[in-house]
């Protein structure tokens, strides 16, 4: 089983933080109830969820789960590598 390792946790925590900053930046000049977030902003944000429950059902050594998340973050990866 592929394990994510924390510099990709970390690449992945600094690529949606910049997401979030520049468009709260945005937000702030445009107001926030306009925000809608592109498709790269939602499938990054399911990525960093999946990514979470990952490490938590490792934890937990709920395998089933884990091989689920794995191919659905390998399926949200493929699909940012298109955008």
Known sequence: MDNIND???ERLAQR????VINNLHEGLIT??????????EELLAE???CMTLL???LKAEDYE??????KK??????KLKNI
């Open 7 to 9: 510099e990709q946790i």
């Open 16 to 19: 949606v933080a910049k997401l």
């Open 31 to 40: 107001g926030l109830n306009e925000w809608d977030p592109d498709e790269e």
């Open 47 to 49: 990525l960093a969820k």
């Open 55 to 57: 490490d938590k059902y």
């Open 65 to 70: 789960k884990c091989d689920f998340l794995q």
């Open 73 to 78: 973050i390998k399926t949200i990866e493929e």
